[in-house]
């Protein structure tokens, strides 16, 4: 059980000095008790009592770091069974195999894939996180190599034997791959590498009762961090695995499972179509981990626009600052358009905008990360506050013209808003994004016959 904020007040020394960052000691606690601090940030504590409050406060399934430097990869951490009790922390890194056993053109095509198929949305990178090398001796060491230097990012997953995992771990330095992994038939070995190497290490069951039984036994021997592979035969046991193990982990505080999970969805089918399915399916539950038997851009983005929803928290909502976004260096004669700080409705917007090559003066109002409709009804992108925005934002300053595009969806508010705003005419956008260049084109065409004119 984790302890309360009251019961860590006790083990902190009470000086109220903020040197962790809080204001008194009492706020740090709460915070720690919450999971949201670390209790390490206080430098007066005892450091068996850091360990003590760690270890009660520490999420029920631990959090393994993959990666280093500026890639690091938190997997697990999970607290919920259900994203609506809380959130997910830790989105799963998705990525396919390479083999030592493949061609040369097909390793280069695959190392290819991961340079090629990365995206952006809403501001954020979207990319596969995770590669699993298998191969023996010194071919996994030199094809780890290769890696290192032309995918830096990429964390890795080592398969092989124990000399050339041990020499791949050598040639990662700080940047932490996954062993892959101990099995009975190579318990002693693996974890007393892991041991050595201070490597993560996934633990192999060919059942749940065998994974648990084997997850105590690296649990006794020290390691912390593991990776869970249960093995499972068929999509439905796989399923039911990846349930009982994060529910006995939650629930139960049951310490062998209270790990991240590994999972290989190309081992319950030759489809790739169906293949994606599965591996959306376990992105939302519960895997930490996404191997995939090849990349393939339609389905990978699809994969990481899943995840992105899923694992986004769903009490904070994506939004931008409040602001004037200038798109295509615009002048005082640049058309003006208004929408709310909703972050999927900003990047789509700017991204039309963007794409029409039309210089234009974005005002974005904070209308609490809702979108336009939303924001109308709950009377934060009336007439009212978009006129008092407008008034205040600066924009009058500068364009010459006073003609403002409001979201299609918002026509009804136009007499009013007209009314607000006397200097100003009101102009009906699109209703989607994807109908802006032609309405943009049109308006800009008119703003450069009144700059000629003036
Ligand atoms: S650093 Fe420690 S002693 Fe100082 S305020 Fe924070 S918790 Fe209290």
Not at 138 to 164: F, M, Q, T, Y
Not at 355 to 384: C, E, M, Q, Y
Request: hydrophobic share 40%.
């Amino acid at each position: 059980m984790g302890l309360t904020g009251i019961q860590i007040l006790g083990k902190l020394p009470k000086k109220n000095c903020k040197e962790c960052g809080y204001p008194t000691c009492m706020a740090f606690a709460m915070k720690v008790a919450a999971g949201q601090a670390e209790i390490s940030a206080c430098p007066y504590v005892d450091p068996k009592v850091v360990e003590e409050i760690a270890e009660a406060t520490a999420p029920p399934i631990r959090t393994v770091k993959l990666g280093g430097g500026d890639y690091v990869y938190p997997i697990g951490g999970e607290i919920v069974l259900f994203r609506h009790e809380k959130r997910f922390e830790n989105p799963p890194p998705l990525g396919t195999f390479i083999k030592d056993s493949m061609s040369r053109e097909e390793i280069d095509r695959r190392i290819g894939l991961y340079k090629r198929l990365q995206w952006e949305r809403v501001g954020v990178k979207l990319y596969p996180e995770v590669l699993y090398v298998e191969g023996k001796g010194s071919n996994l060491i030199d094809l780890v190599k290769r890696i290192r230097e032309e995918l830096p990012w990429v964390a890795l997953v080592l398969s092989g034997d124990r000399a050339g995992i041990e020499g791949a771990i050598k040639v990662c330095g700080d940047f932490k791959p996954l062993i892959y992994g101990a099995k009975a038939e190579n318990f002693e070995e693996m974890t007393s590498l892991a041991l050595d190497t201070g490597t993560p290490l996934t633990i192999i069951g060919s059942s749940l009762d065998e994974l648990s039984q084997l997850a105590e036994r690296a649990i006794q021997k020290g390691l912390k961090d593991l990776v869970l592979d249960s093995c499972a035969q068929s999509l439905r046991e796989l399923f039911e695995d990846l349930v009982i193990i994060r529910r006995s982990a939650i629930r139960k505080r049951y310490k062998p499972f209270g790990f991240p999970v590994i999972t290989f969805p190309y081992r319950y089918t030759d489809s790739y179509l169906l293949e994606s399915s599965i591996a959306g399916l376990l992105i939302a539950k519960y895997a930490s981990l996404v191997i995939l038997s090849d990349l393939r851009g339609d389905a990978l983005f699809n994969l990481l626009v899943e995840r992105m929803n899923i694992f986004t928290d769903p009490q904070k909502p994506l939004m931008v600052e409040e602001g004037i976004y200038p798109i295509n260096n615009p002048d005082e004669y640049s058309p003006v358009l208004i929408t709310c700080n909703f972050a999927l409705t900003y990047f789509i917007v700017r991204g039309e905008v963007e794409g029409s090559r039309i210089p234009a003066w974005l005002l974005i109002k904070n209308t609490d990360g809702l979108s336009v409709l939303t924001a109308w009804a709950a009377g934060k992108f009336g007439a009212d506050s978009i006129a008092e925005f407008v008034k205040r934002c600066g924009i009058e300053q500068k364009v010459k013209h006073r003609k403002l595009e409001i979201p299609g969806y918002l026509a009804g508010i136009k007499g009013e808003l007209e009314e607000e705003l006397p200097d100003w005419e009101i102009l009906v956008g699109p209703r989607e994004a994807s109908g802006l260049p032609a309405l943009l084109k049109k308006l800009y065409a008119e703003l450069q016959e009144m700059k000629k004119a003036s």
